[in-house]
Nanobody, 125 residues
Framework: QVQLVESGGGLVQPGGSLELSCTASGFTSEFYVIGWFRQPPGKERETVACISTNDGVLFYTDAVKGRFTISREGFTSTVHLRMNNLKAEDTAVYYC??????????????????WGQGTQVTVSS
């Protein structure tokens, strides 16, 4: 049974930091991309950051470049999203997901087929 489990969300003040973690398990075939997504209240889900598992190539959406860092623990199925200098507009439910094919950056949420349950990140004073 495929499982993606996110952790690390919470409430943080503007300018603060959080680190999200995602552990994937139960896969019977290789996945080629693992990424983080977010869905702000009343808005569509968007791609935040991804990593290609074959060659480690990274993608970041423009809104988080220079503030967020995606990383993978060696060749494991655990990825992290370090979020610095958080802003109110980063408030969202954050999801981790995997894709069975790499189609080139950017990859939209519709290209990912396995999803975690999400973790809430709230940036507020």
């Amino acid at each position: 049974q495929v499982q993606l489990v996110e952790s690390g969300g919470g409430l943080v003040q503007p300018g603060g930091s959080l680190e999200l973690s995602c552990t994937a398990s139960g896969f019977t075939s290789e996945f080629y991309v693992i990424g983080w997504f977010r869905q702000p209240p009343g808005k569509e889900r968007e791609t935040v950051a991804c990593i290609s598992t074959n060659d480690g190539v990274l993608f970041y959406t423009d809104a988080v470049k220079g503030r967020f860092t995606i990383s993978r623990e060696g060749f494991t199925s655990t990825v992290h999203l370090r979020m610095n200098n958080l802003k109110a507009e980063d408030t969202a439910v954050y999801y981790c997901a995997t894709a069975s094919a790499y189609t080139g950056w950017p990859m939209g949420p519709y290209e990912f087929d396995k999803w975690g349950q999400g973790t809430q990140v709230t940036v507020s004073s």
